[in-house]
């Protein structure tokens, strides 16, 4: 989208009094170009002068600076910022308000979305859950999702029943979180969302095979994308599979939604004096046998610096809170005042 640029054109006119033109020229992806980071480190300041000063017919190169009227125009260096807030930017785009995370992956257990478990989808939850994504995609945060499948059948649980192989029950489980995500896909949309599926092996009639750079590129189009099939192999959780995409494209955070407020020092089911961790380190995870995600997500997160929020689902807000980067549930492998995971 061409964005109007004032240039001020120069009219020498022997008159007493000064004039000028100001013409408005489209900027072009060649103007994008050449107001780019290599040509500006950070703000560019351009002094449009105004015609000449007397009746002598003073061209505005001979003009000792007394009649000089200057406009003034900042050009913000970073792409996709404008010199002030809400302003357009040489890319269209309007700047955006400080937030933690630019890019996250919001992980969903079955369980959570299964609501009071009078039913597998409880649609309360998955519209609550489109409508805070809604609110932060407009803030510009990049949102992946991956759903888990427990709702309706996990495998670990099912493998050895009526011969049933552990392979063979891990791929039900995988088709299950397809289900979930087919049915948050529809919720996000129906409330003007662009929501993507990819499934981790081919279903090519109801969703597209997972492509990472597909995937990335949907992000950078402002499109929500959710990860479904998990890993696409056998005797991985969705929790790994949270960690895996996180990693590969490249989000800054693993946000669990969980149906409790975080991680506690105890059962807060059975012992209503447990404490809540604000924060913990990937060590304290492992060592203490903390059931926040299964070892492999863990050690997968602490090798790639990931941090991991863990918090309540059901409370309202929380998503919206927890993508901001606002203090909520327990973090770990990072700290709130800084986005770097420690170790």
């Known amino acids: 989208m061409a964005i109007p640029l004032p240039l001020t054109s120069y009219s020498p006119i022997s008159t007493s009094s000064s004039i000028s033109r100001t013409s408005f020229v489209p900027l072009t992806p060649r103007h994008r170009n050449f107001f780019s980071e290599q040509n500006f480190s950070r703000r560019l300041l351009i002094s449009c002068s105004s015609s000449s000063s007397s009746n002598n017919g003073s061209t505005p190169e001979s003009m000792n600076g007394r009649n000089l009227n200057l406009g003034l125009l900042f050009f913000s260096g970073l792409k996709g910022q404008s010199s002030y807030p809400g302003m357009p930017s040489f890319d269209g785009t309007t700047s955006k308000p400080p937030v933690k995370w630019r890019r996250v992956l919001l992980k969903v257990s079955g369980e959570a979305l299964?609501?009071?478990?009078?039913?597998?989808?409880?649609?309360?939850?998955?519209?609550?859950?489109?409508?805070?994504?809604?609110?932060?995609?407009?803030?510009?945060?990049?949102?992946?999702?991956?759903?888990?499948?427990?709702?309706?059948?996990?495998?670990?649980?099912?493998?050895?029943?009526?011969?049933?192989?552990?392979?063979s029950a891990d791929y039900i489980g995988m088709l299950a979180t397809v289900m979930n995500a087919i049915f948050l896909q529809a919720t996000m949309e129906s409330i003007g969302i662009p929501t993507r599926v990819q499934t981790a092996f081919r279903m090519s009639e109801v969703a597209e095979p997972y492509i990472r750079r597909r995937a990335i590129r949907h992000l950078e189009k402002g499109r929500v994308v959710i990860f479904a099939a998990g890993t696409g192999n056998p005797f991985f959780t969705t929790d790994t599979a949270a960690a895996l995409r996180c990693a590969e494209i490249n989000a800054e955070v693993v946000l669990k939604a969980t149906n409790v407020d975080g991680v506690f020092d105890d059962d807060p089911k059975r012992n209503p004096n447990a404490r809540l961790h604000e924060s913990l380190t990937y060590q304290e995870v492992t060592s203490k046998d903390l059931s926040v995600m299964d070892m492999t997500a863990i050690t997968l997160c602490q090798e790639n610096n990931i941090p991991v929020v863990v918090f309540n689902l059901s409370e309202p807000g929380n998503i919206a809170k927890a993508i901001k980067g606002e203090r909520v549930g327990t973090l770990i492998g990072g700290t709130w005042n800084s986005t770097v995971a420690a170790t």
Do not use: H, Y
């Open 114 to 167: 299964a609501g009071d478990e009078e039913q597998n989808i409880d649609p309360k939850v998955t519209m609550a859950i489109a409508r805070e994504v809604a609110a932060v995609t407009r803030l510009g945060i990049e949102v992946a999702i991956v759903v888990g499948g427990g709702n309706i059948f996990r495998g670990s649980t099912w493998a050895g029943c009526s011969g049933l192989d552990r392979s």
